[in-house]
């Protein structure tokens, strides 16, 4: 667009720029979703989910190579529509003050040109022997004519300049693409040409990563804009920290977890060979069984692991058991994953409809063994709370970022004796818990009541047979606290301390409704 005269910026069509704008903007919109699902296919088939062999790894190296074009063009596109908009925002502008000028040059007399130009037409002089009113009034007309002229040569020089400030966006706009190597080299004949160009732009190689502090929502903007081969590049060049960052998707997370997880399994001498061992276990179990499993969290080094029975990518609703004392990942994760597949069962019970993801999260370590003496401190809960917090904010974060299936599961944290210390202090973490609802089971009490564990919705269970709930070691119990304010859920007159899972007893159909979000209280 150039800056042409006066009547011609009037007549713009600005209408018909907004409209080529929206829909160029439209187009931008549709393409990070369908890259994502470009993407997933990709995965599936380096996978060999649904076709193995060389040709399923060449597709999925090229869906890759698509995956890093449209990366590299959706990001030159949004940089072309923000110039676009300061095109349309400065012509509609240049339009309107153009039209303004033309219409006040008409009403006042004053001619003005198409370069903003302004003559006023020419007084007669007063007659000769005019009163003083008749003279006063001539003079007052020659004022108002120069002023209007004045205010014609404003409008006019404004109109002007915002026509050309609206010629210089525009001009600008076919740079970013240019520099995919894909404009001004002209169009590549095939695929093959454009993927070329695109890694010649460099845009294959990977950005670094965020530093430490970066909050899950950066770190997922961060992903996004990465394309899938910078993507896998980093989960194989860095899966230790790639496993654990949080604002990732469970699957990228899964990946580099499970290189670790090797890594770690062909050392029977190294750090957490036990803690991998019980992953290993519980991975190939599910994945025997033909079901989806995740290994969302393994920092050996910090004897760390929560598996996902699941796709934490693409469930509708998300439980998260959070273990208490005596218990150990190398010996006690198989137990968890029992009692995660449990409520999960229990869940699609309360909802058929609904697709569930259960964890067995061992994101702490729980006072055990010779340790067992911490349990009547708070500082193993105070880690646990930290991770907590940080893997329900991740999972926010990426769900949220996802083009395909944006927006948060319903996530509910369910809690187990000294579980529920972890849940208490993940709430006293900078920023809201990202969980729907809480439940507690077999709490040795609480300093939180149910509206400073940040949730909605906030239930508890606690057995008359359980004694860890009998005296206070750890604050005012949900249970004999009336000024607590959670819905107590279901239990058994004779349910131990670590039946609370149990099918026998009602406290688990109770819990599953809870994740599933239909428990109405009895």
Same mark, same amino acid.
């Given at each position: 667009m150039s800056a042409p005269g006066l009547t011609a910026v009037a007549a713009w069509d600005t209408a018909l720029l907004d409209?080529?704008?929206?829909?160029?903007? #439209?187009?931008?919109?549709?393409?990070? $979703?369908?890259?994502?699902? +470009?993407?997933?296919?990709?995965? %599936?088939? #380096?996978?060999?989910?649904?076709?193995? &062999?060389?040709?399923?790894?060449? #597709?999925?190296?090229?869906? &890759?190579? +698509?995956?890093?074009?449209?990366? /590299? +063009?959706?990001?030159?596109? &949004?940089?072309?529509?923000?110039?676009?908009?300061?095109?349309?925002?400065?012509?509609r502008t240049a339009q309107e003050l153009a039209g303004r000028a033309l219409a006040e040059a008409a009403a006042s007399g004053v001619t003005v040109d198409e370069d903003g130009g302004v003559v006023t037409p020419a007084r007669v002089a007063p007659p000769a022997g005019a009163s003083p009113e008749a003279l006063a009034a001539h003079h007052a007309g020659a004022a108002e004519e120069v002023a !209007? *002229?004045?205010?014609?040569?404003?409008?006019? @020089?404004?109109?002007?300049?915002?026509?050309?400030? %609206? !010629?210089?966006?525009?001009?600008?706009?076919?740079?970013?693409?240019?520099?995919?190597?894909?404009?001004?080299?002209?169009?590549? /004949?095939?695929?093959? &040409?454009?993927?070329?160009?695109?890694?010649?732009?460099?845009?294959?190689?990977?950005?670094?990563?965020?530093? *430490?502090g970066t909050s899950p929502a950066a770190v997922a903007a961060w992903w996004a804009a990465l394309s899938d081969p910078a993507r896998q590049f980093l989960v194989r060049a860095e899966p230790r920290l790639v496993g654990g960052l949080?604002?990732? $998707?469970?699957?990228?997370?899964?990946? @580099?977890?499970?290189? =670790?997880?090797?890594?770690?399994?062909?050392?029977?001498?190294?750090?957490?060979? %036990? %803690?991998?061992?019980?992953?290993? #276990?519980?991975?190939?179990?599910?994945? *025997?069984?033909?079901?989806?499993?995740?290994?969302?969290?393994?920092?050996?080094?910090?004897?760390?692991a929560a598996v996902a029975y699941g796709d934490l990518d693409t469930a509708d609703t998300v439980g998260v058991l959070v273990p208490g004392?005596?218990?150990?990942?190398?010996?006690?994760?198989?137990?968890?994953?029992?009692? @995660?597949?449990?409520?999960?069962?229990?869940?699609?019970?309360?909802? $058929?409809?609904?697709?569930v993801a259960t964890v067995a999260w061992f994101g702490y370590r729980p006072p055990a063994g010779v340790g067992s003496w911490r349990a009547l401190l708070r500082g193993a809960a105070e880690q646990g709370g930290r991770a907590l917090a940080g893997d329900l904010a991740g999972l926010a974060a990426s769900r949220a970022a996802d083009p395909v299936r944006a927006g948060d599961p319903?996530?509910? =944290?369910?809690?187990?004796?000294?579980?529920?210390? =972890?849940?208490?202090?993940?709430?006293?973490?900078?920023?809201?818990?990202?969980?729907?609802?809480?439940?507690l089971h077999g709490s040795p009490g609480m300093e939180n009541d149910a509206a400073g564990l940040e949730a909605a919705e906030v239930y508890e269970a606690s057995?008359?047979?359980?004694?860890?709930?009998?005296?206070? *070691?750890?604050g005012g119990y949900p249970t004999w606290r009336e000024d607590f304010g959670a819905v107590a859920l279901p239990t058994g007159p004779v349910m131990m301390h670590w039946e609370y899972y149990d099918a026998a007893f009602p406290t688990l159909t109770a819990t599953g409704e809870v994740v599933a979000g239909v428990h109405r209280p009895a």
């Open positions: 409209g080529a704008v929206f829909t160029l903007e #439209a187009v931008g919109e549709r393409l990070p $979703p369908w890259r994502a699902r +470009v993407e997933a296919v990709a995965r %599936a088939l #380096a996978d060999a989910e649904c076709w193995s &062999g060389p040709a399923a790894q060449e #597709a999925a190296r090229a869906l &890759g190579e +698509v995956s890093a074009v449209v990366t /590299a +063009v959706t990001g030159a596109l &949004g940089t072309s529509l923000d110039r676009l908009w300061d095109t349309a925002r400065q012509a !209007a *002229a004045e205010r014609v040569a404003r409008l006019a @020089a404004d109109a002007l300049h915002a026509a050309a400030a %609206a !010629a210089a966006h525009a001009a600008g706009t076919g740079e970013p693409l240019a520099a995919v190597d894909a404009v001004t080299a002209g169009v590549p /004949a095939d695929f093959a &040409g454009l993927s070329a160009a695109v890694a010649r732009a460099g845009v294959w190689q990977p950005s670094c990563l965020p530093v *430490a949080d604002g990732l $998707p469970a699957w990228a997370r899964d990946r @580099a977890n499970r290189l =670790v997880l090797e890594r770690t399994l062909a050392d029977p001498d190294s750090t957490g060979h %036990a %803690a991998a061992r019980a992953a290993a #276990a519980e991975i190939a179990a599910e994945e *025997a069984a033909g079901r989806p499993v995740q290994l969302w969290v393994f920092d050996p080094w910090l004897e760390r004392m005596t218990n150990v990942v190398g010996e006690d994760l198989d137990a968890l994953g029992e009692s @995660a597949q449990a409520v999960a069962a229990a869940t699609v019970d309360a909802a $058929p409809a609904a697709s319903r996530v509910t =944290v369910i809690g187990h004796s000294y579980g529920t210390l =972890v849940v208490d202090e993940a709430a006293d973490v900078r920023g809201v818990l990202a969980a729907d609802a809480v439940v057995s008359p047979a359980d004694p860890i709930t009998w005296h206070d *070691a750890h």
